[in-house]
């Protein structure tokens, strides 16, 4: 059995010898290069793409704190000036020597802040519209560099 064995596996052995020897075409062999080299530069290209991306999120979030902050130290300044404004109006009433000077005191302060109510807000008004406008020109001009240089 062995003999049969040795011989129904001759062609098989004989085949795997030629199969090492076999030569692989040289168009088989660029084709294979160029496929490589195409992936490798594709691949080099999507890592580009991903670190505009990273970059374009680390600049909004950067921008996005350092608006918060501002935004912060605003309101601490206004709630500053408010306190300020409400004990100097106090020392101002305390100094009124008639009914009628106390009513004309509180008059004033009271017009005083409602003019500084409106100039705050106005001044919100149009700095959330210059925020949201470069928010949106920002992020436009991130989308730009990251579309332009992976498309």
Known sequence: MTTETNTAFEGFKDAFKNIQNLEVPEAAREFVKKTANTAKDRAAEVFAGSER????????????????????????????????????????????????EAVEIQSSLLRSRGEAFVSRAKATTDYLGKLAANGAKSAQDNFAKVYNKTA
């Open 53 to 100: 991306v990273t970059a374009a999120v680390e600049n909004a979030v950067t921008e996005s704190v350092t608006e918060a902050g501002k935004i912060s130290r605003n309101i601490q300044q206004a709630i500053y000036e408010d306190a300020e404004a409400f004990f100097s109006g106090i020392d101002k009433l305390a100094s009124a020597k008639s009914f009628s």
